[in-house]
């Protein structure tokens, strides 16, 4: 893992515009109101579950070391529960990027970052067992639900 690399992206995402479509980014993809960037990949989704249990360790590992260094800039934060929003997009609107999300991971870490009017979460998209495991950040202007 490249934390100052990972840091850098971020701050840089909350100053790069938004697109005014859907599509992908050179740090994976975006549209109108956000960037979803992959920070890292895991091993292919074919891995075997113990295999696969290693990657989401270290993963985790890798999200809280980058959650250490927001925490230091714009405070601590408790886990965003995206089940319950993952839950919710049964029965409502649930605006983007969060609906997308929430179905790929089960938590995120989350600040509002003053004086850009943006949100940043940190999470790890592990909820597909047959898909790999990423490493995500995302940066919204649209608050979570």
Known sequence: MNLARHIALIDELCFRPFPAEHGPSDVGFSGPGHHVAVLETG???????????????????????????????????????????????????????????????GVAWLWEVRGTGRWVAVALADQDPSGSVELLAVVTETAPP
Do not use: C, M
């Open 43 to 105: 091993d292919r989704p074919d891995l075997d579950p113990a295999g696969r249990a290693v990657t989401v360790d270290q993963f985790e590992k890798d999200r809280d070391a980058v959650y250490e260094l927001l925490a230091s800039r714009w405070g601590d934060t408790d886990p965003y529960n995206l089940r319950t929003v993952q839950l919710r997009t049964e029965r409502e609107d649930i605006p983007e990027p969060w609906g997308w999300l929430s179905h790929h991971a």
